[in-house]
């Protein structure tokens, strides 16, 4: 890991002291930060000194030696997949012995695996790959962490510190010639699928659903249905066309029932017109009569 470190240095134009941090942080940054959060005692990185040593040697290696070519690429991911997860079981065992519960003994299995990585990208500016690569990176260790509790669990520490690193390592390789990867969509968002979509998806599975039923239908049951549904469909249309005559009629009945009752509006306000100019002739004749008299 220090001289996969020492590789990115050196695409990142870094000096000796660029390549010296960054092959301490890929190689030794996820165990840091794993005795970080456990809180017992002195990180182990620093504790022991060999693992400084022997990162800051994989950073000289890569210093004077420019690994580079397809046939780099190829060790470089097998060689990271067998630390993966031989790390990973390391940080899962170490959870276990201080009897932490068994998110956490996982939690800490993936993070010793993929932490020193991540690390490293956040450290040259970039989006840690194990995010963005989509490539079966943090599964394997998550699988690792797994199956090494379920092996403890069980009573059978020894074999699962041997098979559960093997499962790592097999699964990131498959991954890694097979093409596997984890699928990442922006757009995915079940939760927030409208009505009309629903409703899309739904007539999609009606018609999927009528086209299976009508390959699978005899043909004498498929001349039956269709022969119900000719005349339910005649029904129909006689019900309609009965409906649409009565509404009709109905409609013209209010037609008349309305002209009646503004006719009957226009008589009243001109009876009251009518009686309104009448009252005051007659009461100037009456006036005028009082006069004569």
């Not at 004077?64 to 390391?90: C, M, N, P, R, Y």
């Not at 979509?197 to 043909?219: C, F, I, N, T, W």
Request: hydrophobic share 45%; aromatic share 8%; charged share 25%.
């Amino acid at each position: 890991m220090g001289i996969i470190g020492g590789t990115i240095a050196r695409k990142q134009n870094f000096d000796i002291v660029g390549f010296m941090f960054l092959s301490l942080l890929t190689a030794l940054g996820g165990g840091m930060i794993r005795d970080m959060l456990i809180g017992q005692g002195t990180v182990a990185a620093i504790a022991n000194p060999e693992y400084l040593i022997l990162a800051l040697a994989g950073a000289l290696v890569a210093l004077v030696t420019d690994f580079k070519g397809k046939a780099w690429e190829i060790f470089q991911f097998h060689g990271d997949a067998i630390i993966l997860g031989s790390w990973a079981v390391t940080g899962c065992v170490k959870a276990m012995n201080y009897n932490l519960p068994v998110l956490s003994c996982v939690f800490m299995g993936v993070l010793t695996g993929c932490g020193g990585g991540m690390i490293r990208d956040i450290a040259i500016g970039k989006v840690p790959s194990v995010f963005s690569s989509q490539q079966l990176y943090a599964v394997p260790a998550l699988v690792a962490a797994v199956s090494m509790w379920l092996f403890d669990h069980f009573g059978h520490p020894m074999p699962g510190m041997i098979i559960s690193p093997l499962l790592a390592v097999a699964l990131a390789m498959l991954s890694y010639w097979r093409g596997w990867y984890i699928p990442a969509r922006q757009d995915f968002a079940p939760v927030n699928m409208t009505a009309s979509q629903v409703r899309d998806l739904m007539k999609m599975a009606e018609d999927r659903g009528r086209s299976v039923g009508r390959r699978l239908e005899p043909p004498t049951l498929r001349s039956w249905r269709h022969e119900k549904m000719e005349k339910a469909l005649e029904r129909k249309k006689e019900k309609d066309s009965r409906d649409d005559v009565a509404q009709s009629s109905d409609q013209d009945a209010q037609d008349v029932q309305d002209a009646l009752d503004v006719l009957l509006n226009d008589t009243e306000e001109t009876n009251t017109n009518e009686q309104w100019t009448l009252r005051p002739e007659s009461k100037r004749r009456k006036n005028k009569e009082d006069d004569d008299e």
